[in-house]
């Protein structure tokens, strides 16, 4: 079956630690994207990537890095930088547009949780 | 004011209630509107996609877009208990070329039996 593996589905970071969040989708899908969603919250687009070595910053980059280096795979990396980093990340995928495509709606992980230690 | 709004509810009823859940929006260029379901500690799960304004049936979900309004709707018809979740409504268009989705906060859906 296709779909979006997100792992752990539950992290935990000491203070000053850097941790990677995985994303691996099988969707043969151009376009990646990370979210963050707080309680009460909507999501709130961190990084996207549309295409293998290139990634853009979204809303709320600060304190977070991702890398692209294949198709199927977006991991993200929760730096020391990002002093509030509890919450719940999403991990979604998307055939990107110019592709012959309209806007196309995007397919979502089952998320990790990450708390403070 | 936010782009998109969405009453984070939570919204009671009783099984077999017909359900009306709505996000209003500001941004004009939005075209493209989507309704998703999440279930608490799981991603969102798509379950209507629409282009432009009318309606749109699959099973018991039917979404309605009304451009001129700025008001989206999702109608779940004979509520199931299993239907209790957060649902999300999302929009994107070609406004600044972006098509990247803006997402409502989600309204909170308990259905009792």
């Known amino acids: 079956d296709g779909g979006i593996t997100q792992s752990p589905k539950y992290l935990f970071r000491k203070e000053g630690q850097n941790v990677t969040l995985s994303c691996e989708q099988n969707l043969n899908h151009d376009a990646m994207y990370w979210y963050r969603q707080d309680p009460g919250q909507g999501l709130r687009l961190i990084y996207y990537?549309?295409?293998?070595?290139?990634?853009q910053k979204g809303d709320i980059a600060e304190g977070y890095s991702v890398s692209r280096e294949k198709k199927e795979s977006f991991p993200l990396t929760v730096t020391s930088a990002q002093k509030n980093p509890t919450a719940f990340y999403l991990c979604?995928?998307?055939?990107?547009?110019?592709?012959?495509?309209?806007?196309?709606?995007?397919?979502f992980g089952d998320g990790t949780r990450l708390s403070i230690l | 004011q936010k782009e998109v709004e969405q009453d984070p509810g939570p919204l009671s009823v009783p099984e077999g209630a017909i359900v009306s859940l709505n996000c209003t929006y500001s941004?004009?260029?939005?075209?493209?509107f989507m309704w998703y379901r999440q279930y608490s500690r799981k991603g969102p799960e798509l379950l209507m996609y629409t282009y432009s304004s009318g309606n749109k049936e699959d099973g018991r979900f039917t979404a309605q877009v009304d451009k001129s309004s700025k008001y989206i709707s999702l109608f779940i018809r004979d509520s199931q208990p299993s239907d209790s979740a957060t649902y999300l409504c999302a929009m994107s268009g070609r406004a600044g070329g972006s098509y990247i989705p803006t997402f409502g906060r989600g309204t909170s859906l308990i259905v009792h039996p």
């Open positions: 979604a995928s998307s055939i990107a547009p110019g592709q012959g495509y309209s806007n196309q709606p995007q397919h």
């Open positions: 990537s549309q295409i293998v070595n290139d990634f």
């Open positions: 941004n004009s260029a939005f075209q493209y």
